[in-house]
């Protein structure tokens, strides 16, 4: 947790500070002052008797106590300074701008690791090392410009990357977004993303606290904090838009199930943040949209009015907004007739809204009216309105800036001649507007937030489930996988039902199965990874001689250590998977079974618990959905007893957390039930 004094210091020292301000030291003091903090100021700097008309000390043993340290000296000697501080001078807040940590060999870690242990014990909190500091409505604690323009309605934003935030708040400026606070966390030694966001979280009070949150993460040390104060803070009406940088891997590890081969690192991320109802950014300017269009009043519906006096952007926005499921309704009837009359000769109003590149100010206002209050199907506006450079466009600037804050609907304004009315853009903005640039964009931007999820919160019941079993099998296996019976016996306590198996070893073992079984059967091998690769499968075999026969050739097949005995059933092959990874609860994949699976690629994803309402819609996401219900005279299959099923493996996983890897692949589906075929699992302890 964040201590007070980090956040509103009475009193500040800047180890380091200096007169250059083109040193980290001289310029975050600079920006202190010009900021106008009201508490106290101090610099330490043993060559100085005064820096920038500060109060200045030679060495931090002679300052007064102060609340929060920020600290720009050369590594090695941060540890002593930081013991005097948390010791002698009472300070709980601490930020520290130097380098040469953990980021960059084992001798750095272990300063990082001693300061950090220094400042727990003073009861303290840091920011950093290796990061450009904190703004707030209390002070300027960065070395870097600019200063982004505060307001205590604009985003709070938390950065783990200090050049990536101050890009991040450059582009942002252009287009009008504010802020409420700057965050960055550098090594993230003590304090990182997950604490800031438990402040933000814990302090949270409703009509003060920003209401839209923006994060650049780089790691998410502890997954389960940071689901539980993104998912508090969205319950309690927040927005959160996040870029996690590092989505992609170098080369893919070697896969040790077909849930191994789909399960990248980056899935993770992404079901993280489905879980909690975070909206996923791949860029700056992605994730500045985003922002200004949560900055906007919320529409009741998805029904968009295209409004403009260029005919390619709208056609371009019309594209990527009903490609991604926002609807651009036609507008027709009397009251379209009596728009169009309002308008010169060749506008349209059928939707987009074109009234030309002569169209006056005066039609915006008189369009924009009809939409706010004569159009029903129609939820939101966007107005597009640029110019050739022939005249100023100050007038339709200020009939937008009147009806974005006076209309029930909202209206994203796209000025994109930033060129041609820099001017006029530049006023607009100062009346606290956001101006989007790039329709296409804006679009997709829009496409996402009008299209996310709300958090899923809902628990699982595990009536069904015999948890003391499950338990004891799990207790009673060391890490690996599970034998061919103790994977299948797991799954039957859990309530997922599965085909009847007989293991066999030797052909002695075989003859006394034969006198069960019903032909016809399958015969496959165990040990080998993927049985279909190594032609561990036969299919339909008919009789005790093909039995026999099948056996002998399968146990000579390489690391073949027994073969599996089942009666052959039909059906339409699916796939349900589970996987852990680091610190991040089980993911499940399910979707298209058998040997494509890795092919096709056709599964959806959810982070557990996962309800049975959560699996309906995931196997409502998948390509093969149409099939799965049944097509052109095609049975379907049960895909209540499917989403069930996901559900019963939820709760597997949660009385589970020892199974790092899971595949069921396939379960045969009918029209009437599911039946898992085969198992593996992977424990881990």
Same mark, same amino acid.
Request: hydrophobic share 40%.
């Given at each position: 947790m964040l201590h007070k004094k980090l956040i509103n210091p009475k009193s500040i020292v800047i180890i380091g500070g200096s007169d250059n301000l083109q040193s980290p030291g001289g310029r975050v003091l600079k920006n202190i002052i010009d900021h106008n903090f009201k508490g106290k100021l101090f610099v330490v700097n043993p060559?100085?008797?005064?820096?920038?008309?500060?109060?200045?000390?030679?060495?931090?043993?002679?300052?007064?106590?102060?609340?929060?340290?920020?600290?720009?000296?050369?590594?090695?000697?941060?540890?002593?300074?930081?013991?005097?501080?948390?010791?002698?001078?009472?300070?709980?807040?601490?930020?520290?701008?130097?380098?040469?940590?953990?980021?960059?060999?084992?001798?750095?870690?272990?300063?990082?690791?001693?300061?950090?242990?220094?400042?727990?014990?003073?009861?303290?909190?840091?920011?950093?090392?290796?990061?450009?500091?904190?703004?707030?409505?209390?002070?300027?604690?960065?070395?870097?410009?600019?200063?982004?323009?505060?307001?205590?309605?604009?985003?709070?934003?938390?950065?783990?990357?200090?050049?990536?935030?101050?890009?991040?708040?450059?582009?942002?400026?252009?287009?009008?977004?504010?802020?409420?606070?700057?965050?960055?966390?550098?090594?993230?030694?003590?304090?990182?993303?997950?604490?800031?966001?438990?402040?933000?979280?814990?302090?949270?009070?409703?009509?003060?606290?920003?209401?839209?949150?923006l994060l650049y993460i780089e790691s998410i040390k502890n997954p389960a904090k940071f689901l539980k104060h993104t998912s508090s803070l969205i319950k309690k009406g927040c927005k959160i838009a996040a870029i996690k940088a590092g989505s992609s891997e170098e080369g893919n590890r070697a896969a040790s199930s077909h849930t191994g081969a789909l399960a990248s690192s980056d899935v993770f991320v992404e079901t993280l943040f489905k879980k909690a109802g975070i909206i996923r950014c791949y860029g700056r300017n992605e994730l500045i949209t985003v922002a200004g269009i949560l900055m906007q009043k919320e529409a009741k519906g998805k029904n968009i009015a295209i409004i403009t006096h260029a005919g390619g952007p709208a056609v371009m926005l019309t594209d990527v907004l009903s490609k991604n499921g926002l609807k651009i309704p036609v507008i027709e009837g009397k009251q379209s007739t009596e728009l169009l009359n309002e308008l010169f000769n060749g506008s349209s109003v059928a939707n987009p809204i074109d009234f030309l590149a002569t169209g006056t100010a005066e039609q915006l206002e008189t369009i924009i009216d009809y939409c706010e209050n004569k159009f029903d199907n129609i939820d939101a506006m966007v107005v597009i309105f640029g110019s050739p450079g022939l005249t100023t466009v100050y007038d339709a600037y200020s009939v937008l800036d009147k009806k974005i804050k006076t209309c029930k609907k909202p209206i994203y304004a796209i000025l994109p001649s930033v060129v041609n009315v820099k001017n006029e853009i530049a006023e607009f903005i100062s009346k606290e507007n956001i101006a989007f640039n790039d329709e296409v964009l804006f679009g997709n931007a829009l496409t996402k937030v009008y299209n996310l999820s709300p958090p899923i919160h809902e628990r699982i019941s595990s009536k069904d489930t015999d948890l003391k079993s499950i338990r004891k099998i799990i207790r009673a296996s060391k890490s690996g996988y599970l034998s061919p019976e103790k994977a299948a016996k797991l799954l039957t306590l859990t309530g997922i039902d599965f085909v009847k198996e007989y293991e066999v070893k030797n052909e002695q073992e075989l003859l006394e199965i034969a006198k069960l079984l019903n032909y016809p059967v399958v015969q496959k091998v165990v040990g080998p990874l993927h049985k279909s690769d190594v032609g561990g499968?036969?299919?339909?075999?008919?009789?005790?001689?093909?039995?026999?026969?099948?056996?002998?050739?399968? +146990?000579?097949?390489?690391?073949?250590?027994?073969?599996?005995?089942?009666? +052959?059933?039909?059906?339409?092959?699916?796939?349900?998977?589970?996987?852990?990874?680091?610190?991040?609860?089980?993911?499940?994949?399910?979707?298209?079974?058998?040997?494509?699976?890795?092919?096709?690629?056709?599964?959806?994803?959810? +982070?557990?618990?996962?309800?049975?309402?959560?699996?309906?819609?995931?196997?409502?996401?998948?390509?093969?959905?149409?099939?799965?219900?049944?097509?052109?005279?095609?049975?379907?299959?049960?895909?209540?007893?499917?989403?069930?099923?996901?559900?019963?493996?939820?709760?597997?996983?949660?009385?589970?957390?020892?199974?790092?890897?899971?595949?069921?692949?396939?379960?045969?589906?009918?029209?009437?039930?599911?039946?898992?075929?085969?198992?593996?699992?992977?424990?881990?302890?």
């Amino acid at each position: 947790m964040l201590h007070k004094k980090l956040i509103n210091p009475k009193s500040i020292v800047i180890i380091g500070g200096s007169d250059n301000l083109q040193s980290p030291g001289g310029r975050v003091l600079k920006n202190i002052i010009d900021h106008n903090f009201k508490g106290k100021l101090f610099v330490v700097n043993p060559k100085k008797d005064n820096v920038q008309d500060v109060k200045t000390f030679h060495n931090v043993i002679d300052i007064p106590n102060v609340d929060l340290a920020i600290i720009e000296i050369a590594a090695k000697f941060i540890p002593k300074t930081v013991k005097i501080l948390g010791q002698q001078k009472k300070t709980k807040g601490f930020i520290i701008f130097s380098a040469g940590f953990s980021e960059k060999d084992l001798e750095g870690a272990v300063l990082e690791f001693e300061i950090v242990n220094l400042i727990k014990k003073a009861g303290g909190s840091l920011l950093g090392p290796n990061n450009i500091g904190l703004i707030n409505s209390n002070y300027a604690g960065v070395f870097t410009t600019p200063i982004p323009k505060l307001n205590k309605n604009g985003v709070d934003f938390i950065s783990g990357s200090g050049a990536t935030a101050v890009f991040i708040i450059e582009a942002a400026k252009s287009t009008g977004l504010t802020f409420s606070s700057v965050y960055t966390v550098g090594n993230s030694a003590q304090n990182g993303v997950e604490e800031v966001l438990e402040y933000f979280d814990t302090k949270y009070k409703d009509g003060e606290s920003s209401k839209v949150k923006l994060l650049y993460i780089e790691s998410i040390k502890n997954p389960a904090k940071f689901l539980k104060h993104t998912s508090s803070l969205i319950k309690k009406g927040c927005k959160i838009a996040a870029i996690k940088a590092g989505s992609s891997e170098e080369g893919n590890r070697a896969a040790s199930s077909h849930t191994g081969a789909l399960a990248s690192s980056d899935v993770f991320v992404e079901t993280l943040f489905k879980k909690a109802g975070i909206i996923r950014c791949y860029g700056r300017n992605e994730l500045i949209t985003v922002a200004g269009i949560l900055m906007q009043k919320e529409a009741k519906g998805k029904n968009i009015a295209i409004i403009t006096h260029a005919g390619g952007p709208a056609v371009m926005l019309t594209d990527v907004l009903s490609k991604n499921g926002l609807k651009i309704p036609v507008i027709e009837g009397k009251q379209s007739t009596e728009l169009l009359n309002e308008l010169f000769n060749g506008s349209s109003v059928a939707n987009p809204i074109d009234f030309l590149a002569t169209g006056t100010a005066e039609q915006l206002e008189t369009i924009i009216d009809y939409c706010e209050n004569k159009f029903d199907n129609i939820d939101a506006m966007v107005v597009i309105f640029g110019s050739p450079g022939l005249t100023t466009v100050y007038d339709a600037y200020s009939v937008l800036d009147k009806k974005i804050k006076t209309c029930k609907k909202p209206i994203y304004a796209i000025l994109p001649s930033v060129v041609n009315v820099k001017n006029e853009i530049a006023e607009f903005i100062s009346k606290e507007n956001i101006a989007f640039n790039d329709e296409v964009l804006f679009g997709n931007a829009l496409t996402k937030v009008y299209n996310l999820s709300p958090p899923i919160h809902e628990r699982i019941s595990s009536k069904d489930t015999d948890l003391k079993s499950i338990r004891k099998i799990i207790r009673a296996s060391k890490s690996g996988y599970l034998s061919p019976e103790k994977a299948a016996k797991l799954l039957t306590l859990t309530g997922i039902d599965f085909v009847k198996e007989y293991e066999v070893k030797n052909e002695q073992e075989l003859l006394e199965i034969a006198k069960l079984l019903n032909y016809p059967v399958v015969q496959k091998v165990v040990g080998p990874l993927h049985k279909s690769d190594v032609g561990g499968v036969i299919l339909n075999v008919e009789n005790k001689e093909e039995l026999v026969q099948n056996f002998k050739k399968l +146990m000579q097949i390489e690391e073949v250590t027994s073969i599996l005995v089942q009666p +052959m059933i039909s059906g339409t092959e699916v796939f349900i998977g589970a996987k852990k990874e680091g610190d991040f609860p089980h993911i499940i994949m399910a979707g298209l079974g058998g040997i494509f699976v890795e092919v096709l690629k056709d599964v959806q994803s959810a +982070m557990i618990p996962v309800t049975k309402q959560v699996s309906l819609k995931m196997i409502e996401k998948l390509k093969a959905y149409p099939i799965l219900k049944g097509v052109r005279g095609q049975k379907g299959i049960n895909i209540k007893a499917f989403a069930e099923t996901i559900a019963k493996l939820s709760t597997l996983l949660q009385i589970s957390p020892e199974i790092a890897e899971l595949d069921i692949n396939p379960l045969l589906a009918t029209e009437k039930n599911i039946i898992a075929v085969d198992v593996r699992i992977r424990i881990e302890k």
